[in-house]
């Protein structure tokens, strides 16, 4: 079982940055890939992927309309990964989710409770 807990999302207008946090419990954090996810409130809309960093490598991929705003990041030291989000939009504005996932035959994907950023115009 891993536990995953966000935190740095609020409200920021559209120019801006902030930083998401993702702590994971467990002792073998660098073994999972980490990713980010975020779920816009209106009806509707579906949960989507925003940017991933592997376990092994640290290779890093992101969806495209965050490519050259968003970093991901990870300090497996600190049992962490991290979204620096630059030059904000309000199309932005979502709840973010952190997800990990085992490595093994079978994979299991954990998720966080969600960070709420909202970019205002």
């Known amino acids: 079982q891993v536990q995953l807990v966000e935190s740095g999302g609020g409200l920021v207008q559209a120019g801006g940055s902030l930083r998401l946090s993702c702590v994971a419990s467990?002792?073998?954090?660098?073994?999972?890939?980490m990713s980010w996810f975020r779920q816009a409130l209106a009806p509707g809309k579906e949960r989507e992927f925003v940017?991933?960093?592997?376990?092994?490598?640290?290779?890093?991929r992101y969806q495209d309309s965050v490519k050259g705003r968003f970093t991901i990041s990870r300090d497996n030291a600190k049992n962490t990964v991290y979204l620096q989000m630059n030059s904000l939009r309000p199309e932005d504005t979502a709840v973010y989710y952190c997800?990990?996932?085992?490595?093994?035959?079978?994979?299991?994907?954990?998720w966080g409770q969600g960070t709420q950023v909202t970019v205002s115009s």
């Open positions: 997800a990990a996932d085992t490595p093994g035959p079978i994979v299991s994907r954990y």
């Open positions: 467990g002792r073998t954090f660098s073994s999972y890939d």
């Open positions: 940017a991933a960093v592997s376990r092994s490598c640290g290779t890093t």
